[in-house]
């Protein structure tokens, strides 16, 4: 009786053999993906994530100083506005 059957081994070497391709040809599949992804995305003309990062702090930084200038604006407006007890009266012309 024999233990191991050339057809088996054949067959055997043979989806070894697929399996291995089946493998190589998924990796460039995914290459081949990738760069039509980054090809795609160089296209659109996207920032960077450093570009990005750099806008968000300006504008940041620009909300921030106008919050200020708005602040010094309302208080030079409330130090200009005086009780009305505080007010000069006009003297009434004499007849």
Do not use: H
Request: glycine share 4%.
């Amino acid at each position: 009786m024999q233990t191991r059957s050339p057809i088996f081994d054949d067959l055997a070497d043979i989806m070894t053999s697929a399996a291995g391709a089946a493998a190589g040809a998924g990796e460039e599949v995914k290459s081949i993906i990738r760069a039509q992804a980054d090809r795609f995305i160089a296209d659109m003309d996207l920032v960077s994530r450093e570009e990005f990062e750099a806008q968000k702090a300006l504008t940041q930084k620009l909300l921030d100083d106008n919050q200020e200038l708005r602040a010094q604006i309302k208080a030079i407006k409330t130090a200009g506005k005086q009780p009305a007890s505080a007010k000069p009266r006009k003297p009434k012309a004499s007849s």
